[in-house]
């Protein structure tokens, strides 16, 4: 007769960010955060004396009246001040809620409502955002202003360094947490309807920055510098926060200064290793760096990116001209976000090898992936068929915040993206579309993606984004806005020459539109959104007819 056989092991022991913050003061005591403050100014801190910081927070909650459980918003840009946010409040066993600065006003107000949040923590030089706000907020009784900078209108303000002082030094007596207990919520944008609240656990956290460390994934470890652009009111930074002091690694914040020029003097003077941002904030660092060719980035070995497709061409040219290599990550705020990433193996680097480095890239270990069509069936793995990508594993949403709206983005278990891909033998996933941008064409499917990517390859095209034209007689066919390079006249038959022998003959566009700039989304996402309701509304400029 069989018997259920229970393993020995300690399996109670909780997976919490507390083991995270522990690691910074007993595995890596002297690494650092450095912020940049000023315009050439970077403050640093070691672990150990943030973890006493954190500890000084974290008994500041009484003064607070902070519970557990309770949301408690940030309202800030990457620097030490968030970074030690992002330990005190889970580890009190409140809840982390990052606020997405750049979303519109009526957005913000809906989120902070929704979440409930009642304690907000602002930078001083956010202050005039967050204070028009604050009269539409109606659970937040406290706000903490970090920086010396004004406190301005805003309600019952406290400073973040006086409360750390009334705290007092010594070791602060934490909370037993539930490895299931949340830690931290982040809203998505909503494509449709409102924002949709993710709410981490701290065993999510847990695993997905252990998740940092594999060396087929970010490969975070103790000897890297870490830059994180990528914003820390968006998706945990993808987790660099997290990881770096899991891994011990330095960690480097850029705070509000996110123009090329500061990145890349901080690039120059910091030399990190690793960096996270989008691939339009690597675009207009590549930009920088052709025209200041003394300006050395050279130390960025294992830079990540995603957010959205990578430009093949953009990494080519990074690594060709200042030997900057760049991998490529696939997630969303719902998968932590890491859940695919793009490393093959090393050896030529021939168009086989780029052909893989210009996917999505393999599953991390834990993370489960397969592809549904529309009818509901699994779709094989040749690299050819697509359908939508559903996700499962230990860091991905089983629900929203507070939402039940949302239940068909769940099949049994899985996660429907939105995300439309094809997955080749070994795995790696290539997004050829968002479900929502796809273009429809006499029946048959035309890449957004791919026909961004090959037009972003001509020498003189910055950025591409294409979007679906209503057609009369194919439904829809694509139409691809266009920003070319400073002084470059290149003209719409020049670009339907380059993509010729690129794509196949139906994908050729008909119209462009030569455009000074593609909006972004509040994340530096080309926003083909507003896109949309420009061509609806006949006010997309710099329309051609091929
Ligand atoms: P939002 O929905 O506001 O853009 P997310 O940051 O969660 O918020 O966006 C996740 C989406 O971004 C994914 O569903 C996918 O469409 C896109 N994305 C992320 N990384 C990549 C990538 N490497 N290539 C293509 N698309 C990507």
Redesign the pocket.
Known sequence: MSEFLEGMMQDDFPLTVHHIRRAMRTRSPESTVKTHVEPGIVESATFSEIYDRIDRLARARRSLGVEQGERIGTFAWNNQRHFELYFAIPCVGAVLHTLNIRLFEEQLTYIANHAEDRVIFVDDSLVPVLERLAPSFQTVEQYVVMGGGDAGGLPNALRYEELLEAAGPGEFEYPEIDERQAAALCY????TGNPKGVLYSHRSISLHSTATLVRDGLGLGRADRVLAVVPMF??NAWGLPHGAALAGADLILPDRFLAAEPLAGLIAAERPTLMGCVPTIFADLLRYADEHPEVDLSSLSNAT??????PRQLMKDFEERHGVNIF????????S?VA?F?RPLEGEHDDAYWDERAK??QPLPWVELRIVDDAGGEVAWNGESTGE?EVRGPWIAAGYFRDESAEEKFDSGWLR???IAAVDAKGFVQ?T??AKDVIKSGGEWISS?ELENELMSHPDVVEAAVIAKPDARWAERPLCCVVLRDRCDTGAEALIEHLRPRVAKFWLPDEFAFVSEIPK???G?FDKKVLRGLLAEDALDGRVQV
């Open positions: 998505t944008s909503g494509t968006h998706a990116c995603g957010g959205s497709a990578v490529q990550a696939w997630g969303m705020t719902e998968t976000p695919t793009s999505q890239g990508i993206t939105g995300d997004i579309d968002r993606v989304t509040s994340v996402k």
